[in-house]
């Protein structure tokens, strides 16, 4: 039986789990969950995935959820090779510190972002205050900072000279703001540069087929009838107001 | 040489690599960071450190931040017991999901709680309105829930019958609103169990210790009123409020 993995591409952390199962050639059946569709509230979904998030994992009768611990058990199951989560003390936990610290910073900041430009006014008809925005762009750049300074420094991936799931986890965040039309790699020579060397390790038709949704957002919201995206209002409201 | 580990037992993160390095008799230098005087602002532990957050490892010139990566450093380095952080797949899954996702739920509402009432009057100079309390002890109760629901359900412990560092990060995290005067686990009997399992298994002596700076929250805000150079940081903490 081959591993369900649930995805809506739409979705960083789901970005990150395709590219690396399909990065490592790794036998898996697409399950569709569609978040505009708000399928994530679906009583099938949820027996799958009690947080009700996507990415999840079902092997048999397992089932799993959080990006980190779905790509850290493919990695492990079909032996991966070293460099995406090394077996060396000091080089793993520096991936460790950088999927860690990612959470509560560029995840948060550039979904932020994404949501501040293109999201909450099509949903809530308004737009986001300038004050708040620059908040949040604010952030964002301070991340941003934070990642060439001290994440990255002059090597050329985060961990060593080879990408490994730090990397990944990191290329799918920075990317998210562009689907609001806003370029972070913009005047960032040293972060233009790694997302370069990214994409390149990653081959550049698995990183475009993964972006594809995601780069296409400002359109698809324009076809989008509000009044179907309602069940977005309570998170909102509660999240940035 | 010995690894410093730096610390304030104030911060749910440095209380859960506190409680691992002693419950499991790690040898380290405890090195005292003094939060509520603004001392990751300093120079110094700019030096050590520049993203300013505490818990940090330094192993020789081997400099470590984040309580998870450090936990697990630990567990590699010291070759600890396997339920800590089990070798079985699936075990190991639960455990690596459990400290994904509480970055973001767990730990993110119980600090809320805590920071509402002892941080936002030193910054904002008054007490923090009931809604923003409200609105933070709900997101709470939903993380809570989902602990209980979802990754404890009816196992004594988080990855089944065995404590993990998953059980010790939980556990921190959910004291932490204690020091706002809020008994997270009131009416929760089934998560109080599971607390006063993970303090015996870590020493309810030590754990007890562990949380004395956290319940002295009136010795708290005296030290952050009485420092200048905290004052000076007000600006930035008025983001987290806004």
Same mark, same amino acid.
């Given at each position: 039986?081959?591993?369900?993995?649930?995805?809506?591409?739409?979705?960083?952390?789901c970005r990150? !789990?395709?590219? /690396?199962?399909?990065?490592?050639?790794?036998?898996?059946?697409?399950?569709?969950?569609?978040?505009?569709?708000?399928?994530?509230?679906?009583?099938? /979904? $949820?027996?799958i995935n009690?947080?009700?998030?996507?990415?999840?994992?079902?092997? $048999?009768?397992?089932?799993? @959820?959080e990006?980190?611990?779905?790509?850290?058990?493919?990695?492990?199951?079909?032996q991966?090779?070293d460099?995406?989560?090394?077996?060396?003390l000091?080089? +793993?936990? +520096?991936?460790?510190?950088?999927?860690s610290?990612?959470?509560?910073a560029i995840? *948060?900041? $550039?979904?932020?972002?994404?949501? *501040?430009r293109?999201?909450?006014?099509?949903?809530?008809?308004?737009?986001v205050?300038?004050?708040?925005m620059?908040? @949040?762009?604010e952030?964002?750049?301070a991340?941003?900072?934070?990642?060439e300074?001290?994440?990255l420094?002059? +090597?050329?991936?985060i961990?060593?000279d080879?990408?490994?799931?730090a990397?990944?986890? @990191?290329? !799918?965040?920075i990317?998210?703001?562009?689907?609001?039309g806003?370029?972070m790699?913009? $005047? +960032?020579?040293k972060?233009?540069?790694?997302r370069d060397r990214?994409? @390149?390790?990653?081959?550049?038709?698995l990183?475009?087929e993964?972006?594809?949704?995601?780069?296409?957002?400002?359109?698809?919201?324009?076809?989008?009838?509000?009044?179907?995206?309602e069940?977005f209002?309570?998170?909102?409201?509660?999240?940035?107001? | 040489?010995?690894?410093?580990?730096?610390?304030?037992?104030?911060s749910?993160? #440095?209380?859960?690599?506190?409680l691992?390095?002693?419950?499991?008799k790690?040898?380290? =230098?405890f090195?005292k960071?003094?939060?509520?005087?603004?001392?990751?602002?300093t120079?110094?532990f700019?030096?050590?450190?520049?993203?300013?957050?505490v818990?940090?490892? %330094?192993?020789?010139s081997?400099?470590?931040?984040?309580s998870?990566?450090?936990?697990?450093?630990?567990?590699?380095? #010291?070759?600890?017991?396997?339920?800590?952080?089990?070798?079985?797949?699936?075990?190991?899954?639960?455990?690596?999901?459990?400290?994904?996702?509480?970055?973001?739920?767990?730990?993110?509402h #119980?600090s809320?709680?805590?920071?509402?009432?002892t941080?936002?009057p030193?910054?904002m100079?008054?007490?923090?309105? %009931?809604?923003?309390?409200?609105?933070?002890?709900?997101?709470?109760?939903?993380?809570l829930?989902?602990?209980?629901?979802?990754?404890?359900?009816d196992?004594?412990?988080? &990855?089944?019958?065995?404590i993990?560092v998953a059980?010790?990060?939980?556990m &921190?995290?959910?004291?932490q609103p204690?020091?706002?005067?809020?008994?997270?686990?009131?009416?929760r009997?089934?998560?109080?169990?599971?607390?006063?399992?993970?303090?015996?298994e870590?020493?309810?002596?030590?754990?007890?210790? =562990?949380?004395?700076a956290?319940?002295?929250?009136?010795?708290l805000?005296?030290k952050?009123?009485?420092?200048?150079?905290?004052?000076?940081?007000?600006p930035?903490?008025?983001?987290?409020?806004?």
């Open positions: 039986m081959v591993v369900e993995l649930y995805l809506d591409l739409f979705s960083q952390p990150s !789990v395709f590219i /690396f199962a399909k990065k490592n050639n790794i036998p898996f059946e697409f399950k569709k969950v569609s978040l505009m569709d708000g399928e994530h509230f679906g009583d099938e /979904f $949820g027996k009690k947080i009700r998030k996507v990415p999840a994992l079902r092997d $048999g009768d397992f089932c799993l @959820a990006s980190v611990a779905i790509m850290l058990y493919l990695a492990e199951k079909f991966t090779p460099r995406w989560f090394p077996a060396d000091r080089l +793993r936990s +520096r991936v460790n510190e950088y999927l610290w990612q959470h509560m995840r *948060m900041h $550039g979904s932020k972002m994404f949501w *501040m293109l999201m909450i006014p099509k949903i809530m008809g308004i737009d205050p300038k004050e708040k620059d908040g @949040a762009l952030d964002l750049n991340s941003l900072t934070l990642i300074e001290n994440f420094q002059d +090597r050329p991936f961990v060593g080879q990408m490994s799931l990397d990944l986890v @990191a290329i !799918v965040e990317m998210q703001p562009l689907g609001a806003l370029d790699f913009e $005047g +960032r020579p972060l233009s540069a790694w990214v994409q @390149a390790s990653i081959g550049k038709d990183f475009d993964a972006h594809q949704g995601i780069l296409g957002a400002q359109d698809a919201m324009k076809q989008v009838d509000p009044s179907k995206l069940l209002k309570p998170k909102i409201l509660r999240l940035f107001f | 040489s010995t690894m410093e580990i730096y610390l304030d037992l104030v749910p993160p #440095c209380r859960a690599v506190y691992f390095a002693e419950a499991l790690i040898p380290y =230098a090195k960071v003094e939060l509520s005087a603004g001392q990751q602002y120079e110094e700019g030096k050590l450190s520049v993203v300013r957050k818990p940090v490892l %330094k192993d020789g081997f400099v470590l931040t984040e998870t990566a450090i936990l697990q450093y630990l567990v590699q380095k #010291c070759s600890v017991a396997d339920h800590w952080f089990p070798a079985e797949l699936q075990q190991r899954a639960r455990v690596d999901e459990y400290l994904s996702w509480q970055h973001l739920n767990l730990r993110s #119980c809320k709680v805590f920071l509402l009432r941080l936002y030193f910054v100079g008054s007490e923090a309105p %009931k809604d923003k309390m409200d609105a933070a002890v709900e997101d709470m109760k939903q993380s829930d989902l602990l209980e629901e979802k990754f404890l359900q196992k004594p412990f988080i &990855v089944g019958n065995k993990s059980d010790v990060v939980a &921190v995290e959910i004291m204690l020091g706002a005067g809020v008994d997270a686990l009131d009416g009997p089934k998560l109080t169990a599971w607390r006063d399992r993970v303090k015996k870590l020493g309810v002596k030590l754990v007890d210790q =562990a949380h004395e956290l319940l002295d929250s009136s010795g805000q005296q952050m009123q009485n420092n200048t150079e905290l004052q000076k940081l007000k930035m903490f008025l983001k987290y409020f806004r």
